[in-house]
Nanobody, 120 residues
């Protein structure tokens, strides 16, 4: 069982930056691939970024490439999402999730979400 708690959301002006954190419980954090997702009002939840268990592989949605960076600190059981040059269309609830495989896309554990609002 893995419990995930996101933090770091808030209100920021367009062009600004935020760093989201996701703290995980459990002793096997490094065995999980981690992902960040977002869901805007009235829209589907979409993958933003994914990182493998050892941090060696990452992938990003085209809409955030070059602006967002996913990273993890396995000693702290934490995954991060650094978001730069934020745009109003980045406004959403952001969720972190854990998967047993980087390639499967099957996320078994989810956090409660943190709101990110970008004003124009």
């Amino acid at each position: 069982q893995v419990q995930l708690v996101e933090s770091g959301g808030g209100l920021v002006q367009a062009g600004g930056s935020l760093r989201l954190s996701c703290a995980a419980s459990g002793r096997t954090f490094s065995s999980y691939a981690m992902g960040w997702f977002r869901q805007a009002p009235g829209k589907d939840r979409l993958s933003v970024a994914t990182i493998s268990g050892n941090g060696g592989r990452t992938r990003y949605a085209d809409s955030v490439k070059g602006r967002f960076t996913i990273s993890r600190d396995n000693a702290k059981n934490t995954v991060y999402l650094q978001m730069n040059n934020l745009k109003p269309e980045d406004t959403a609830v952001y969720y972190c999730a854990a998967a047993s495989s980087y390639w499967s896309g099957a996320y078994a554990y989810w956090g409660q979400g943190t709101q990110v609002t970008v004003s124009s």
